[in-house]
């Protein structure tokens, strides 16, 4: 009997102890969560100042929003443009960058309703992280492989287009965040129609933006354009056409 009580309060202490040692483990990776978020934002804004520097001339300080509307004024011609076509195709440009982020991540991460706090720059780093659990660090081996497969064959189809996953994913961010996105997705505008033309779009982007960008730009619009072949959705989808959270 003495024995018995032994082994059971041993039993006892070992499962207060695994308890502990799992709680402290989930505390742990959360933690290292938060450290990779804080080393993934200091990256996106060295990237940002680094391609701030490419666009604005050596000797000039960092252009503000108005800067860049003043300097995209002429087209590549020399013929000036109205500067409410170039701010309207600067929000479109932004609104181009923030839909292809969105086309990648929702046809990779198939399985998630909120897509919150994912980035197209950290894409491998996330499928990692979700299909690790966070309390025993047991890893879904089926669910990892079909995530990347997914990524592979996506950036596989991309690339034949121009797209460069160590650059452009960055080039998105920045233009989304240079530019913003457009207010109007869901109301019934004249220019909505002509926003979902690929040759309107392309049109615009070669006489509003500026010339040192618009060959990346063009990238991620036929990017796009791509996508919305394979889905049979519009160019510019409503955030209720994706996930609730993009």
Same mark, same amino acid.
Do not use: W
């Given at each position: 009997?003495?024995?018995?009580?032994?082994?059971?309060?041993?039993?006892?202490?070992?499962?207060?102890?695994?308890?502990?040692?799992?709680?402290?483990?989930?505390?742990?990776?959360?933690?290292?969560?938060?450290?990779?978020?804080?080393?993934?934002?200091?990256?996106?804004?060295?990237?940002?100042?680094?391609?701030?520097?490419?666009?604005?001339?050596?000797?000039?300080?960092?252009?503000?929003?108005?800067?860049?509307?003043?300097?995209?004024?002429?087209?590549?011609?020399?013929?000036?443009?109205?500067?409410?076509?170039?701010?309207?195709?600067?929000?479109?440009?932004?609104?181009?960058?923030?839909?292809?982020?969105?086309?990648?991540?929702?046809?990779?991460?198939?399985?998630?309703?909120? &897509?919150?706090? #994912?980035?197209? !720059?950290?894409?491998?780093? +996330?499928? @990692?992280?979700?299909?690790? $659990?966070?309390?025993?660090? /047991?890893?879904?081996?089926?669910?990892?492989?079909?995530?990347?497969?997914?990524?592979?064959?996506?950036?596989?189809?991309?690339?034949?287009?121009?797209?460069?996953?160590?650059?452009?994913?960055?080039?998105?961010?920045?233009?989304?965040?240079?530019?913003?996105?457009?207010?109007?997705?869901?109301?019934?505008?004249?220019? &909505?129609?002509? #926003?979902?033309? !690929?040759?309107?779009?392309? +049109?615009? @982007?070669?006489?509003?933006? $500026?010339?040192?960008?618009? /060959?990346?730009?063009?990238?991620?619009?036929?990017?796009?354009?791509?996508?919305?072949?394979?889905?049979?959705?519009?160019?510019?989808?409503?955030?209720?056409?994706?996930?609730?959270?993009?």
């Amino acid at each position: 009997m003495e024995n018995t009580n032994i082994y059971s309060c041993d039993e006892e202490a070992f499962n207060m102890e695994s308890s502990r040692l799992l709680a402290e483990n989930a505390q742990l990776r959360k933690m290292m969560g938060l450290m990779q978020e804080n080393v993934e934002l200091r990256c996106v804004l060295k990237d940002h100042e680094r391609k701030a520097q490419i666009i604005t001339p050596p000797g000039q300080h960092k252009k503000d929003h108005n800067d860049l509307k003043e300097e995209a004024k002429m087209v590549n011609s020399g013929t000036q443009i109205d500067p409410e076509k170039v701010k309207k195709c600067q929000r479109i440009v932004g609104e181009i960058a923030f839909q292809l982020d969105r086309r990648i991540l929702c046809a990779i991460f198939l399985e998630q309703q909120r &897509l919150y706090g #994912y980035r197209v !720059p950290f894409i491998k780093e +996330k499928i @990692i992280e979700v299909t690790t $659990s966070p309390t025993t660090g /047991k890893v879904d081996e089926k669910l990892r492989s079909e995530l990347y497969q997914r990524y592979n064959q996506i950036m596989d189809e991309l690339r034949k287009l121009g797209y460069n996953p160590a650059v452009h994913p960055h080039f998105t961010e920045y233009m989304v965040n240079t530019y913003g996105i457009t207010k109007d997705r869901n109301a019934r505008t004249k220019d &909505l129609s002509s #926003y979902n033309d !690929p040759q309107y779009l392309n +049109k615009m @982007i070669t006489e509003c933006m $500026s010339s040192d960008i618009v /060959k990346d730009i063009i990238i991620i619009l036929n990017c796009l354009v791509y996508f919305a072949r394979e889905d049979g959705k519009s160019l510019l989808i409503s955030p209720s056409s994706s996930h609730s959270s993009v």
